[in-house]
């Protein structure tokens, strides 16, 4: 059996010599003395990088007095095997102490290792760029590797368009314009971007240039960024990808974010640890139960900044919430029938209320007051969204409308479509989803209102939503499961089942950062919650005592908020610096952190009266779905 102490002794006598399992190395073998001038490995000479020794000490004096054990022949040991290639890893640590600032490290580490972070050649084409000097440049490229006459001719366009901007920014326009002329336009066959550079002719100052080129000129970052993108055409092992091991962080991040089971707060524990969301940040016990609708609560939305949360309902009122103290703001009164869908503006000032009485209302929320009423269609409003800005906002109903509204209540453009049960909006406004009464999902130019294509489900779509990069869909079926779409590929990648839906709209939801969740209520009164990536079910769980119509997730508010046929609207908290930690009498606490379910036959007997005011065919309310994480 082999002590520690014989390892311990076999370790250190294993030399790099001995194969690829030994770490140890002389400091001052021939073939890497670090403090040899001009040294080169693989190519890369050891004062590639600009570095240069002290000429009065042959480059060794200044650090030997520094790190006076240097002048022993100094033995490193490697603790362990690694995966990865040495020289790849020294550059990398090369290159973020450059970055960083650490001069003195980084040039010891280039001597003791023997590796550089760039070669001489490389080393003056970064310095000629910085400089300007674009002759040297040119020169360069023809000698680090490029390989095809295409990218060839793609960096030399880079090269001669930061030129070109700069003898503009000098006033030089006669040798501008022959760059122009000669040279870039020769190197591209984009006409509208030799227009654009052409244009700029025309600039009459320097700071004119600088706004319209969107360019920050000679004396600032424009420089390095040309430098960036020229990397793109050279090898990664001459010249190592800017920021590289940044950029390896904010992958692994990612991707811990990626994997993790429930993700509904920042990966912001630094690097020492893996991301995860341990089940406690999630809701674990029910905060705040508000009571102040009349009848049940078809919908509930949080503002784009937090503050607010507005409510709609069968009892035909809107109620604006403070999420301050979880007080009744406003109660908005007017409408002649149940409020089934609200839309709040982007900058939170304003809602947007749509109706089975077939109008919809613009209420000013500070003001608690009734700023237009919308008419334009002849059946029940389904759902409503805005359009990016704060003057308008389009619509769909049952009378197979779709209505782009300006805020003044004229109509901007009005196309046919089919009866429309749901409503989505891309974040910058070039798609629009209409979920109609039957299977399909259509899909729309939303500057245009053209159609481009649709989605075909097996069975009737009661609701959809669409993730923020408008990369993905979920769509809520009659049938009891929920489908992700990827829109790009057109394709179902992913299925979610097990909650109850039958013949009233629940309408399903992404929640979560990133909207790394899939969530939707039931008919049962149940909560469902599943990973997204994974399709895992990840809760299911009852806060209320009846339907679950609704659940909205706020990033700002670090809260959810579900609403039910109960007629009550329940806060959770998703995590630490969430609203858990305020208390006011005015809001209702819930009788039970689990409420109590109602017998079968209680159920059937108050569903029974709801039945004909709850179908899609007589009201089509939105019964929003769910999103609740009482984990």
Not at 320 to 344: C, K, P, Q
Not at 442 to 468: G, K, R
Not at 514 to 542: H, I, K, P, Y
Request: hydrophobic share 35%; glycine share 6%; net charge negative.
């Amino acid at each position: 059996m082999t002590s520690p102490r014989d390892s311990a002794n076999r370790l250190a006598v294993d030399t790099r010599n001995e194969g690829p399992s030994g770490r140890r190395r002389s400091a001052s073998a021939e073939s890497r003395s670090p403090l040899s001038s001009g040294s080169s490995v693989n190519g890369a000479s050891s004062n590639g990088n600009g570095v240069k020794p002290d000429a009065a000490d042959n480059g060794n004096g200044s650090l030997l007095r520094r790190y006076p054990g240097l002048e022993q022949e100094a033995q490193r040991i490697c603790l362990r095997d690694s995966q990865f290639d040495e020289e790849q890893v020294v550059r990398l640590l090369l290159q973020e102490l450059h970055d960083r600032g650490f001069t003195d490290t980084f040039n010891l580490l280039q001597r003791e290792s023997g590796f550089t972070l760039e070669n001489e050649p490389i080393a003056q084409f970064r310095n000629s760029i910085l400089a300007g000097e674009w002759a040297k440049v040119e020169d360069a490229l023809s000698t680090i590797g490029i390989r095809t006459r295409e990218d060839m001719n793609a960096a030399l366009f880079l090269v001669k368009r930061q030129q070109f901007l700069e003898l503009l920014e000098a006033r030089k326009l006669k040798h501008a314009l022959l760059i122009l002329q000669n040279q870039l336009s020769t190197l591209t066959t984009d006409i509208q971007q030799l227009h654009r550079l052409s244009s700029l002719l025309m600039c009459p100052s320097a700071e004119d240039l600088r706004t319209a080129a969107h360019w920050d000129g000679s004396g600032g970052r424009s420089r390095f960024l040309v430098l960036e993108s020229l990397q793109g055409y050279i090898s990664p092992g001459t010249m190592v990808p800017v920021h590289r091991m940044e950029t390896l962080f904010g992958q692994a991040l990612a991707y811990q974010c990626e994997v993790c089971k429930y993700h509904v707060r920042p990966a912001n524990q630094g690097l020492y640890v893996d991301h995860t969301c341990p089940t406690s940040v999630f809701p674990q016990e029910l905060q705040f139960n508000l009571k102040g609708h009349q009848d049940e609560v078809w919908y509930v939305a949080f503002s784009p900044d937090g503050r607010y949360l507005a409510s709609g309902s069968r009892d035909k009122t809107c109620i604006i919430w403070s999420m301050d103290n979880f007080s009744i703001a406003h109660r908005l009164t007017g409408h002649e029938d149940e409020v089934a869908y609200i839309a709040w503006s982007p900058n939170s000032k304003y809602i947007v209320s749509a109706s089975s009485d077939r109008t919809l209302r613009l209420w000013d929320v500070e003001a608690g007051a009734n700023l237009q009423l919308f008419t334009g269609h002849d059946e029940t409003v389904t759902s409503c969204k805005w359009l990016g800005t704060n003057d308008r906002f389009i619509s769909g109903g049952l009378d197979h409308k779709i209505i782009i509204w300006n805020t003044n209540g004229t109509i901007i453009k009005q196309i046919s479509s089919p009866r429309v049960h749901d409503l989505a909006v891309s974040a910058d406004c070039s798609l629009l989803l209409v979920a109609d009464e039957k299977t399909d999902i259509h899909a729309y130019d939303l500057a245009t209102l053209t159609f481009m294509y649709s989605l075909n489900e097996p069975t009737e779509v009661m609701s959809m939503a669409l993730s923020a990069d408008a990369r993905h869909c979920i769509t809520g079926l009659r049938n009891g499961e929920l489908h992700m779409w990827d829109l790009d590929a057109r394709a179902r990648v992913r299925e979610f089942s097990g909650h109850a839906q039958g013949q009233y709209v629940i309408r399903c939801t992404f929640a979560g950062l990133d909207d790394r969740l899939v969530a939707t209520g039931s008919e049962d009164g149940l909560l469902f919650v599943w990973n997204r990536n994974t399709g895992q079910l990840l809760a299911r769980l009852r806060g209320h005592t009846k339907t679950i119509n609704v659940c909205t997730w706020s990033d700002q508010a670090a809260a959810l908020a579900t609403a039910s046929d109960d007629k009550t609207i329940c806060i959770w908290p998703a995590f630490h610096g969430a609203p858990s930690h305020r208390s006011d009498p005015k809001a209702g606490p819930a009788d039970s952190n689990e409420p109590e379910e109602i017998s079968d036959d209680e159920e059937e007997e108050e569903e029974e009266d709801d039945d004909d005011d709850k179908s899609m065919g007589s009201a089509a309310r939105s019964s929003a779905a769910s999103l609740d994480m009482a984990f």
